[in-house]
T-cell receptor
Framework: RKEVEQDPGPFNVPEGATVAFNCTYS??????FFWYRQDCRKEPKLLMS???SGNEDGRFTAQLNRASQYISLLIRDSKLSDSATYLC?????????????FGTGTRLQVTL | DADVTQTPRNRITKTGKRIMLECSQT?????MYWYRQDPGLGLRLIYY???????NKGEISDGYSVSRQAQAKFSLSLESAIPNQTALYFC????????????FGPGTRLTVL
């Protein structure tokens, strides 16, 4: 299994739709997880952090299933401005050292 | 002002040239990272540093070197650039465990001819 695996998409959805992305990870010791958003040719920007079972921020909800080792991101009431690539990110922690492993991203295109 | 800055933002160079990419941050984080991004491959870690005296190789360090001049500055060098080093390069700073979030600079687009 890849360390972090995402469906590359693209997901094409109309404005107002609800869309969900899944991400699976292989490191069962990981404690915190992230979703980043990346616009074309721009830097990744932190969207949500997930430290326990889930997190909600406005239209965005992230959920964690440790038993099955997957993380999901739900976007409700999609906006045109949500069009971007969404990166699932899993830390690899050894003692106090930490590195992030990035998924290759899921592309979302929201249309009129 | 941006918390993480990178210079240059774009660079075209020739095979065999030495090039340095610079990164500065005002976030006060001890941890800094260099990544490259290629289409379809995602972000790959080149080098990382947890403080001024600490330098670690990432998964693709061959052909690269780094210097951590101060807490706020972390430079990436390509000793002898080759065309397959053409990529988008990102610098990032990071919080310590258990948080681990990283914050990225705007990137440097490097083309090696």
């Amino acid at each position: 299994r890849k360390e972090v695996e995402q469906d590359p998409g693209p997901f094409n959805v109309p404005e107002g739709a609800t869309v969900a992305f899944n991400c699976t990870y292989s490191n069962s010791a990981s404690q915190s997880f992230f979703w980043y958003r990346q616009d074309c040719r721009k830097e990744p920007k932190l969207l949500m952090s997930v430290y326990s079972s889930g997190n909600e921020d406005g239209r965005f909800t992230a959920q964690l299933n440790r038993a099955s080792q997957y993380i999901s991101l739900l976007i409700r009431d999609s906006k045109l401005s949500d069009s971007a690539t969404y990166l699932c990110v899993v830390p690899e922690t050894t003692g106090t050292a930490s590195k992030l492993t990035f998924g290759t991203g899921t592309r979302l295109q929201v249309t009129l | 002002d941006a918390d993480v800055t990178q210079t240059p933002r774009n660079r075209i160079t020739k095979t065999g040239k030495r090039i340095m990419l610079e990164c500065s941050q005002t976030k006060g984080h001890d941890r800094m990272y260099w990544y490259r991004q290629d289409p379809g491959l995602g972000l790959r870690l080149i080098y990382y540093s947890f403080d001024v005296k600490d330098i670690n190789k990432g998964e693709i360090s061959d052909g690269y070197s780094v210097s951590r001049q101060a807490q706020a500055k972390f430079s990436l060098s390509l000793e002898s650039a080759i065309p397959n080093q053409t990529a988008l390069y990102f610098c990032a700073t990071g919080r310590e465990a258990p948080y681990n979030e990283q914050f990225f600079g705007p990137g440097t687009r490097l083309t090696v001819l």
